[in-house]
């Protein structure tokens, strides 16, 4: 089958129930997007499928054929950071760093509806995704820098 | 031969390759005007050669030894280089380096003697530096654990910057012939009186067949660039692009992949399993038998956990209490004289003391460690030479540990240590590396990887130590005038050496830290003793260890005690405290915090103060009792480790550590039946999520007398300072964690 993964179009040979989350780490090499549990309890595999936040290790890859899937490493790279990232650069949030994918694909559909969102709304939005290393403080601040990035952008 | 005899001055081994014609500078003799020569770094006259500056014609080169679990402690380590080196953290490489004993950690050792760490008397400075010693000469360590890479690398680091920067200048003036007084160094380069810059690079050849500079003085932090301020972490960019390759990460051409399953009876064997099924699974390339279960070997990650999971296996019993009750009941028990551990404090006469009694029994449950990159390695074995990449924290014994499975020469096995997806503890196990190796070794000449499933990762951790706490204690006209905490628990570094190999006998100090170093010096009746309880399930050193149980059981008492007495919370632990450093820390938590204004409706406030790892750390929280349960609104902490060097990654660590301590103290516990943890993913221990995660507020002071790590200390105040917040806001006292057990959380 064809999957389209940061606009690139790849042919792949594995079975419609496996997790996009293998498909893009074990088949295609993608390894920006986490595992952390398997079961969408901690966010660390979230990627965009159609712009929408999901949780690749609960979406069965036959789910996303024709879908245009976008990985942490199709929202920007170290030399072209997206608004988001140069907002997680600027305000240090990362310790071990490996939740971060997620809470930041998280956060950036959350942006995209809605520009100015109140603490509340943030809470509500990131609840899913787990921080070990407890960057919440600064994954909310962020998110705030991040809005006003991208509406002086 | 040792692995330390291969490295010559000018020959560093990166990995397997020799990088000739440059030049490598280490700390020959540490030597500076700050430096109390009891605790002298090296012995004296070692010509062991300590390489952290590699300089050749391309690249300036930083060797930083410490595993990086997210503390930012690789950036820390370029930092202090690179303040005497005069270099821009953006002009180095930097790397792990290969595990080596020259890059033992002095900074672990020096606590474990029976001395207050509040205590700078010469006597107790020389037994720490004697233990560093004795440490040293036995048990070379390099590892990374116990808060300890700042107090390991501060001088060190700044000396082998120092060092590097001196030899650069000499060779310098050995090509130009221009005086070294008249030579300055900045941005990777020396300037000379004429305005001409040459690049450090540009003088590697040179410098290389100079004796190194060895007498050095270091800057004082007045004069500091870089320490001190706030810095951008090395690893941001990657940690906040996807880029950041962790052990999980790691690519290798023609790679497999594996998974496991071994007993949930952690250490039990199998009787048999059947893989029928599994074997015939689209992927699967081999099923082995490992060390009490099976790993299954496939061409994708999720293929060989669906196949293990189709494994049947007739698990063999555990052979510690299969219930969990028992476990407790094991604690129970060890209240008595011949299992006393220690009474590393008895002032006065507890038992004498006088007043209105207080009888209060807490208990600290097991917890897992779950940092969120399950562990992971990957390995490829060859007839000559094993290869391992993964994140660890006491690299030279994975490298034993392999060596002993493969049969390979110790020095044939190299560990590529890898940055690390969290570890709280995890990483200073051998689990997944021992059976990597035994994978790696069947499967001779393909690279494979391990990745185990979160729910093998929760099976299999070794979690915190159960603890129980016993106290009494007597209140008089206000005041606290007795306090008598026994403790006891099942010896975490018995569990922990054992599987190390290392028998331990002694006492462990884990089993009382956290309660007997607090300085209440006024208190004029205490006593702290510690009990040992017979080995239960295995246990593992979980961030801050033994602190946070015995924190929780000694600073919840005092709190009983105190409301007992009628007397503020904050204003009789400063009574009691008799310790300048950390009466300014209680002081400094209750001016940040506004302690004693007026509350709104249904709020309440608790003050906790901890001293774990040196470090005196007072946290207030602020809780609203609400119709949904108990909000935590805020928490102030104010913690001294003597000089804070990257406040923004300091203020993020601290703030991690009360989400971690508080997370936990809400809502997770491991618990056994029929020997198998009953916890199997993170919705059954989740820790703390965003959205009960309180405003954080933290002040660094700098009043101590010696430098500190920030990594733990946060956590052991938090569970007590939000009991004792409950308390206020409801009159319901929580003398047991997790706290979700008694009452709500919004
Ligand atoms: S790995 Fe998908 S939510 Fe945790
Ligand atoms: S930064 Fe480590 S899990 Fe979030």
New binding site residues.
């Given amino acids: 089958m064809d999957i389209t993964v940061n606009n690139q179009v790849h042919s792949i040979d594995v079975e419609g129930d496996m997790p996009l989350?293998w498909v893009l780490r074990d088949e295609l090499g993608l390894t920006g997007t986490k595992?952390?549990?398997?079961?969408?309890?901690?966010?660390?595999?979230t990627v965009h499928v159609d712009g929408v936040a999901v949780?690749?290790?609960?979406t069965p890859v036959s789910d996303v054929q024709g879908a245009k899937i976008t990985t942490i490493e199709g929202l920007g790279t170290p030399d072209a950071l997206h608004a988001v990232q140069q907002a997680w650069v600027d305000l240090q949030v990362a310790q071990c760093g490996y939740c971060q994918s997620g809470q930041i694909m998280q956060a950036t559909e959350l942006l995209t509806n809605n520009a100015a969102p109140s603490d509340q709304e943030i809470d509500d939005w990131m609840n899913g995704n787990l921080c070990r290393c407890g960057t919440y403080p600064r994954i909310r601040a962020a998110v705030k820098a991040a809005s006003t990035l991208m509406k002086d952008a | 031969m040792s692995k330390l005899g291969k490295y010559t001055r000018r020959t560093f081994m990166v990995g397997a390759a020799a990088i000739a014609g440059g030049v490598a500078f280490g700390v020959y003799r540490a030597k500076t005007p700050f430096e109390n020569p009891l605790g002298r770094d090296l012995p004296i006259g070692s010509a062991t050669f300590n390489p952290w500056v590699l300089v050749d014609a391309t690249a300036v080169t930083l060797v930083l030894p410490h595993a990086d679990l997210g503390q930012g402690v690789h950036s820390l380590q370029a930092a202090l280089i690179a303040e005497e080196l005069d270099i821009e953290i953006d002009q180095v490489q930097t790397t792990f380096g290969a595990p080596d004993k020259a890059y033992y950690n002095g900074g672990i050792s020096g606590e474990m003697v029976p001395f207050m760490p509040t205590d700078d008397s010469r006597t107790a400075e020389f037994a720490r530096s004697f233990a560093g010693g004795a440490i040293k000469a036995f048990m070379p360590m390099m590892m990374t654990g116990g808060s300890s890479t700042v107090p390991d690398s501060y001088l060190k680091l700044r000396q082998a910057g120092a060092m590097a920067r001196e030899t650069l200048k000499a060779a310098a003036s050995a090509q130009t012939g221009v005086p070294v007084s008249n030579i300055t160094t900045k941005n990777g380069a020396v300037h000379l009186p004429d305005g001409e810059i040459i690049p450090y690079t540009a003088l590697a050849k040179r410098a290389a067949e100079l004796d190194p500079v060895q007498d050095v003085s270091l800057r004082p932090s007045s004069q500091w660039r870089l320490l001190g301020k706030p810095m951008k972490r090395t690893d941001i960019v990657a940690k906040s692009t996807g880029t950041q390759e962790y052990g999980i990460d790691v690519k290798a051409k023609d790679m497999v992949y594996a998974t496991v399953r071994v007993n949930p009876a952690k250490g039990s064997g199998a009787n048999s399993f059947d893989d029928t099924t599994a074997k015939s699974m689209r992927g699967v390339l081999r099923v082995l038998k490992i060390k009490n279960g099976a790993a299954v070997v496939a061409d994708n990650t999720w293929r060989a956990i669906q196949a293990v999971n189709a494994i049947e296996f007739d698990w063999k019993p555990s052979t510690y209490p299969a219930e969990q009750a028992d476990h407790w009941a094991a604690v129970e028990a060890s209240f008595v004289e011949d299992k006393l551990n220690g009474t590393p404090r008895d002032v006065g006469a507890v038992d004498q003391a006088q007043g209105t009694e207080v009888i209060a029994e807490y208990r600290s449950p097991y917890v897992a460690h779950a940092p969120l990159e399950p562990l992971s390695a990957t390995i490829l074995v060859k007839e000559d030479r094993v290869d391992i990449w993964t994140g660890h924290q006491i690299q030279l014994a994975v490298e034993e540990k392999i060596a002993a499975i493969t049969g390979h020469d110790v020095s044939n096995v190299h560990l590529h240590n890898m940055f690390i997806g969290g570890s709280f503890g995890h990483r200073l196990e051998f689990l997944n590396i021992e059976q990597a190796a035994e994978i790696g070794n069947a499967m001779r000449g393909t690279p494979v990887k391990l990745t185990y499933s979160r729910e093998e990762d929760f099976a299999q951790d070794f979690p915190r130590h159960i603890t129980m706490g016993r106290g009494r204690g007597r209140v008089d006209q206000g005041r606290v005038v007795a306090l008598d905490l026994e403790l006891a628990a099942p010896s975490v570094m018995a569990s922990q050496m054992g599987r190390m190999g290392i028998n331990m006998p002694m006492p462990d100090a884990m089993l009382h830290s956290g309660a007997w170093e607090n300085p209440y010096h006024n208190l004029e009746n205490l006593r702290i003793r510690s009990y040992k309880a017979d080995a239960l399930a295995p246990v593992s050193s979980w961030r801050s260890v033994g602190a946070a149980p015995n924190g929780f059981a000694f600073d919840s008492l005092l709190d009983e005690l105190i409301h007992a007495a009628g007397a503020d919370p904050l204003e009789e632990r400063i009574r009691l405290m008799g310790h300048d450093t950390s009466v300014k820390v209680l002081e400094a938590v209750g001016e940040m915090s506004n302690w004693g204004a007026p509350l709104g409706p249904n709020k309440g406030r608790g003050v906790a103060f901890v001293l774990s790892f040196g470090v005196p750390v007072a946290e207030v929280v602020e809780v609203t009792n609400t119709s949904k349960g108990i909000k935590i609104d805020k928490v102030w902490v104010a913690c001294d480790v003597g000089q804070v060097l990257d406040p923004v990654n300091f203020e993020n660590l601290v703030q991690g550590g009360v989400v971690y301590g508080l997370g936990h103290a809400i809502n997770s516990e491991i618990t056994y039946s029929g020997g198998h943890a009953d916890q199997r993913n993170f919705w059954d221990a989740e820790g703390m999520r965003i959205a009960q995660c309180p405003e954080i507020f933290v002040k660094g002071l700098e009043n101590a007398s010696k430098i500190r790590g920030i990594g733990e200390p946060p956590v052991p105040p938090a569970a007590p300072a939000l009991a004792n917040a409950i308390f206020a806001a409801t009159g319901q006292r929580i003398r047991e964690m997790p706290f979700n057990k008694f009452i709500d959380f919004v």
């Fill in positions: 989350l595992y952390g549990c398997g079961v969408a309890a901690c966010g660390a595999c949780r690749s290790c609960q």
